[in-house]
Nanobody
């Protein structure tokens, strides 16, 4: 069983920063491509950023230059540093573990990010 536990969401003013954390089971962290997704009210869930075991990253165009995904292997944790936040970044953010080889596709419980003045 893969467990993903997110933390770090909250309320922030436009232009501010937040860092999300996702603590994963050791097995997941070693096998999965880890990603952050978000879902705003009335919208579909969308990929924000992802990172492979080799450290390759990809980002949604709207967050490039503002968000950074990274990992801390010793803690089996993936982070999403979010800077220059905008109101349109408001959403529930979900951590994801995906592995084509094993067929895994697991989700965390989600953490709310609200950008508002």
């Amino acid at each position: 069983q893969v467990q993903l536990v997110e933390s770090g969401g909250g309320l922030v003013q436009p232009g501010g920063s937040l860092r999300l954390s996702c603590a994963a089971s050791a097995s997941a962290f070693s096998i999965c491509k880890m990603g952050w997704y978000r879902q705003a009210p009335g919208k579909s869930r969308e990929l924000v950023a992802a990172i492979t075991n080799s450290g390759s990253t990809n980002y949604q165009d709207s967050v490039k230059g503002r968000f950074t995904i990274s990992t801390e292997n010793a803690k089996n944790t993936v982070y999403l540093q979010m800077d220059s936040l905008k109101p349109e970044d408001t959403a529930v953010y979900y951590c994801n573990c995906n592995s084509f080889r094993t067929g895994w596709n697991y989700w965390g419980q989600g953490t709310q990010v609200t950008v508002s003045s």
